[in-house]
């Protein structure tokens, strides 16, 4: 089972950018498909963004479209999260996913 480790995030202006990571280890994602998604204070974990591991074909929830970028970097077996144009209801936890595998995730706090 590939073990996920997310890193990134942390406090960030509204309006600004900010880039998640996640490696994997122990394997590779193989023909995963990655996720992130997000949970904030008193709601329930949503679906962010997904990027098809061999084809990199990604797909975005509503919210995020036109904001947020997903790639991947095979050499170095990592999936990106670029966060851009950032609003206080983007303001959650973040979880990088792929098949049975969740990472700890990471906190992205947006200041108004």
């Known amino acids: 089972q590939v073990q996920l480790v997310e890193s990134g995030g942390g406090l960030v202006q509204a309006g600004g950018s900010t880039r998640l990571s996640c490696a994997a280890s122990?394997?590779?994602?193989?023909?995963?498909?990655v996720d992130w998604f997000r949970q904030a204070p008193g709601k329930e974990r949503e679906f962010v963004a997904s990027?098809?591991?061999?084809?990199?074909?990604?797909h975005y929830a509503d919210s995020v479209k036109d904001r947020f970028t997903i790639s991947r970097d095979a050499a170095k077996n990592t999936v990106y999260l670029q966060m851009n144009s950032l609003k206080f209801e983007d303001t959650a936890a973040y979880y990088c996913?792929?098949?049975?595998?969740w990472g700890q995730g990471t906190q992205v706090t947006v200041s108004s």
């Open positions: 122990g394997r590779t994602f193989g023909s995963s498909i």
């Open positions: 990027i098809t591991w061999n084809y990199g074909i990604p």
């Open positions: 996913h792929a098949g049975k595998s």
